[in-house]
């Protein structure tokens, strides 16, 4: 129905013309319907813009009676208009009105037309309204009409997007884009952090939709293409990786990259009149709005791979970072990344991070540690939160309950506010509690470490009074390098970390690595069970040549002082003096060599392994301390994987089989005078740690964060009254009971805050 070919291309640059028009919004609007009906030769173009309480409303029309506009509303699924913006999809109909969803509204006076078309306005896959057309003669719109009616919307939704039309609502209403939302993730990082969005990867703002020769904008399309390619093989190719599933999955993205229906859309977009740039989101917004809505776990993973595409492919188009220049950061920076490797975080200024949100991401992933490390209120498995926020949108990360709240309202930004002076109140009087002696009620004194695992936490160690580093995570400084650590870069970081802990002992944990743990320069290997696998003191036994650089480090850096090096994942007796054996062979290698050893070595074992329960006789005669390992013992107890949420949370850590378990260990341990921690998470969970205390436990290893609610707990518990009642609910409850909520009615009772 064009006068000519260049029709679309016509409209769009009127188009453009209207949005440089120093004009009020609502007369802009009626200038685009005005412009666009006259272009699709339709006697009817109306705009609807969905509103953040669901109604869609008539903002602008031509050819309807334009009394209605702001007065007719229509629900989400409600007649033709409301099916386009709940399905996200083009709807053409020849005769409208006998279609099931056409839904009469008198005070438009559309009743005498017939034809209709109608696209949604979509933005990141998100539907923000809806663009119609209608004729009154029967009329078939042609592909072409329907996508340059598309092209067209994207005009619409960069004008709803920039707040634009926010001033013709009605006071306390939000269009949808702007509405506020409470999203649902999984806590990955204790804290509440209230601030401002700012995107890991910045979304790229296109400002040129509309092309001035579409030659060029084609062969710029083309050079971004083959360059994205070759970043990709290059990523593939430059990394040397073997075989495995690993490989799969990203020769899977390359075959997207060459995926010939994506670039046959790319092409067909640029034809229409649109710059490269505008071509790429046109099209990812369609696949967005089609994909996100599939349930399949293929299809959404084929989602992540076309975003990941759209946004290289941008990013070649305009030259721009990935990463977000950081000295731009505001004071209160909330991150928000679909994926996040833990090098990156560590890139911006922990000063003005005040939270951290992830569409992936689990309690175990690499960035959930260094988020933990850093002090930083952290939530993961946020579905398509990066779809739903803007750069410097208000944000409220809740790293307890994992909970994210955008652009909130002023009652739950107040409460969240007032949550967080409370928490900073709190922290302030556990501050005073640092030189207070770690002792209960009734005399019985608790040492309290802290676990570490970055230099940049080490500082906390005076700031807790901290007896010392019960745990220090050696496999974070391999998680965050492009390679393997050289034997120098090892010592160096060795011995800052005994330097930073100001004369107190450090416990250094050898290399932890496999299972959910694994160096991206390392070759992946394909286990049906990873968690029951090659891992940790595994590893390093069969590769000694990795544990023997890594035990003359430590001896190195501990020369003249107090070394203290424990092995983990020791399931075996023999495992151990195994593990002993390489260090008494880097001992005498640094005597033939001249050179100073520690003053003095202890090794020990952690106890994460159930057979070692077994061995904790023998293992007391031949070490020199045990720590136990809580958070994989539990999940070997009950052959429960910790990180599937399916079947993490059906066992309780204070039910009766788990409790014996540690009393056994704890047994074991004092009847030999073996000396013994605890370094799980239980150990910083106030009631939990009334629990193990009660059980016998003088030694828990902790973040720092945890150590002053832990303390305050211990100040207020008589550990006698505890440990009898403890023991006997243990005789009491059988099974698989937890002991929860009683115990948690026992510090009720006694006035112990847990």
């Known amino acids: 129905m064009y006068g000519a070919l260049g029709g679309p291309r016509l409209l769009l640059r009127r188009l453009r013309e209207v949005m440089a028009e120093p004009v009020s919004p609502q007369a802009r609007l009626d200038k685009i319907v005005v412009h666009i009906a006259a272009n699709m030769v339709a006697e009817v173009c ?36 409301g099916r386009i913006a709940e399905t996200a999809e083009p709807l053409a109909l020849i005769d409208a009105q006998r279609h099931p969803s056409f839904l009469y509204r008198p005070e438009t006076g559309e009743e005498i037309f017939s034809s209709f078309l109608g ?13 119609v057309v209608q004729n009154k003669v029967r009329r078939i719109y042609s592909e072409e009409e329907v996508e340059a009616l598309q092209t067209t919307s994207m005009l619409l939704a960069e004008m709803i997007a920039s707040g634009e039309l926010q001033s013709l609502v009605l006071p306390g209403i939000d269009i949808a884009l702007r509405r506020p939302l409470a999203l649902k993730g999984t806590a990955i990082a204790e804290g509440v952090g209230l601030g401002h969005v700012v995107l890991h990867e910045p979304r790229i703002i296109i400002k040129q939709l509309i092309a001035e020769d579409i030659s060029v904008e084609m062969a710029r399309l083309e050079k971004a293409i083959g360059a994205m390619r070759d970043s990709i093989d290059t990523l593939i190719e430059s990394r040397n990786m073997g075989p495995g599933e690993h490989r799969d999955v990203l020769e899977t993205f390359r075959m997207f990259a060459h995926d010939r229906g994506w670039m046959r859309r790319l092409r067909e977009a640029v034809t229409t009149g649109l710059t490269a740039e505008a071509a790429v989101e046109r099209v990812q917004n369609d696949a967005r709005a089609k994909l996100q809505r599939r ?9 992540h791979d076309l975003d990941d595409l759209a946004n290289r492919l941008l990013h070649q188009l305009t030259g721009q970072s990935l990463v977000v220049h950081h000295e731009d950061l505001p004071e209160n920076a909330i991150i928000v990344a679909r994926n996040m490797g833990p090098a990156a975080l560590l890139e911006y200024d922990r000063s003005k991070i005040r939270g951290l949100v992830l569409e992936d991401g689990g309690l ?3 960035v959930a540690i260094v988020a933990r490390a850093l002090g ?89 009074g901290a007896v010392s580093v019960g745990l220090f995570r050696t496999e974070l400084q391999f998680m965050l390098a492009s390679r393997f650590p050289k034997l120098e870069e090892q010592e160096r970081l060795y011995r800052s970390a005994i330097e930073a802990v100001g004369g107190r002992e450090i416990t250094f944990r050898t290399l932890d690595i496999g299972s959910d743990k694994i160096l991206p320069y390392m070759t992946k290997i394909e286990e049906e069970n990873p968690a029951l696998g090659w891992r940790a ?74 057979s ?28 429960a994987d910790r990180d599937n949420k399916r079947v993490a949370s059906r066992f309780d850590a204070l039910s009766p089989p788990v409790l014996r378990a540690l009393k056994f260990i704890a ?52 550990l006698g009254k505890a440990e009898a009642f403890v023991l006997s609910l243990m005789d009491e409850l059988t099974g698989g009971h937890s002991l929860r909520e009683r115990l948690r009615q026992f510090a009720e009772a006694h006035d112990i805050p847990v």
Request: net charge negative; with cysteine.
């Open 612 to 639: 070692m329960l077994w061995q904790l006789d023998e293992v007391c005669q031949r070490v020199d301390f045990l720590s136990v390992g809580s958070n994989d013992l539990i999940q070997y107890l009950y052959a």
């Open 376 to 464: 930083i209120a952290a939530v993961g498995e946020v579905e398509n939160i990066i779809d739903f926020v803007e750069p410097g949108d208000a944000v409220i990360v809740d790293g307890v309950a994992g909970d994210v709240h955008v652009r909130p309202p002023p009652d739950i930004q107040n409460s969240y506010a007032e949550k967080a002076r409370l928490r900073a109140r709190r922290q302030e009087q556990y501050h005073r509690l640092r030189d207070v002696p770690a002792v209960s009620m009734d005399g019985v004194a608790i040492d309290l470490h802290m676990n570490a695992g970055l230099l940049v936490d080490l500082q906390h160690v005076a700031e807790t």
């Open 537 to 610: 003191i595994r590893i390093g036994l069969d590769r000694p040549g990795l544990l023997r650089t890594q035990l003359r480090a430590l001896l190195r850096a501990g020369a003249g002082r107090v070394m203290r090096i424990m092995f983990p994942m020791i399931s075996t007796l023999e495992e151990y003096e195994s593990a002993k054996a390489l260090v008494d062979r880097e001992l005498a290698h640094m005597l033939r060599h001249n050179r100073q050893p520690p003053a003095e070595l202890k090794l020990g074992v952690m106890i994460e392994v159930p």
């Open 667 to 718: 047994d074991k341990a004092n009847a030999a005078g073996t000396p013994l921690a605890l370094c799980g998470e239980i150990g910083g969970k106030p009631l939990e740690a009334m629990a193990l205390m009660a059980l016998g436990y003088r030694a828990l290893s902790m973040s720092a964060a945890s150590i002053g609610p832990v303390k305050a707990m211990l100040l207020a518990t008589d």
């Open 364 to 366: 175990g992933s690499h």
């Open 295 to 303: 349930t399949e776990p293929f299809m959404r993973e084929r989602l």
């Open 46 to 81: 109306s705009v609807y813009v969905l509103r953040a309480d669901g109604w869609l409303e008539l903002y602008a029309t031509e050819g309807l009676n334009r009394e209605a506009v702001h007065l007719t509303m229509l629900r989400t699924g409600e007649g033709l208009v």
């Open 119 to 131: 696209v949604p306005i979509l933005r990141g896959g998100n539907t923000l309204g809806v663009l």
